[in-house]
């Protein structure tokens, strides 16, 4: 029998990284990722103060309701999954999560000093498939800044850095900004967030994301023998 092809140096690498502590990080994301919905569904529900109305803007006018980016908007438990995922040993992992941790808190602080909702749809869309659990489940409140938004960002640009590391084909990293770009359009087309939310919720993503890519454990990073090869691999 003929033995299999070797992997190349970035499949090795993103292997390695996805197998290394991978019940640790399943079992982590899905503690801290319950622990956060505890202290989101308190604020959502009990706000302090006033609760003030998001404005619209032309751009969520233009996109309109969409009830098939339902989908795409819930693929993000998933793609959350994808950065700790990629982290390649214990300390990254830890750190990684404390940052990730900081962020949300940030939010769930501003939504409890600034209650903020969106705008009424106007019409009933529990009759779409999926939104009346969302409605029951995720009203439309904690909405500025979109903590759905700042979470993509933070790990699309912590996937980058990984990718970036590993040298991948293009089109993985294509692929991972294309992600981002739908889990935030989606929550404008499902009227979950207006633009404004969106785009500050990009804002804390980044503010969290970049600092935390100086502040961690140092990474084994890809010799520059396996850098040349990884670059001629088709």
Not at 53 to 74: C, K, N, Q, S, T
Not at 139 to 149: D, E, I, M, T
Not at 172 to 180: D, E, I, T, Y
């Amino acid at each position: 029998m003929t033995p299999p092809p070797p992997l190349s140096p970035w499949t090795a690498e993103i292997g390695f990284r996805m197998r290394r502590l991978l019940w640790l990080k399943a079992l982590g994301t899905t503690a801290v990722t319950s622990a956060f919905f505890i202290g989101y569904f308190y604020v959502l529900r009990n706000p302090v103060f006033p609760v003030v109305v998001m404005p619209e803007m032309a751009l969520d006018r233009w996109i309109g309701f969409h009830p098939e980016a339902l989908f795409i908007y819930l693929s993000l438990w998933f793609y959350i999954g994808v950065g700790p995922g990629l982290q390649r040993g214990f300390w990254e992992l830890v750190v990684y999560g404390l940052w990730l941790a900081a962020m949300s808190l940030t939010g769930l602080l501003l939504f409890y000093l600034w209650p903020t909702a969106v705008p009424p749809l106007g019409f009933d869309a529990s009759g779409y498939p999926g939104f009346a659990l969302l409605q029951g489940v995720d009203a439309a409140g904690n909405a500025c800044p979109s903590l759905h938004v700042a979470t993509a960002m933070f790990t699309a640009i912590r996937v980058e850095q990984v990718l970036r590391d590993a040298f991948v084909p293009r089109w993985l990293r294509v692929g991972n900004a294309l992600w981002f770009i739908a889990i935030a359009w989606s929550t404008l087309a499902i009227k979950q967030h207006v633009a404004l939310d969106a785009l500050a919720g990009a804002a804390l993503g980044i503010a969290f994301a970049l600092p935390s890519m100086r502040w961690r454990p140092e990474t084994l990073q890809l010799s520059s023998t396996t850098t040349r090869r990884a670059e001629n691999t088709p």
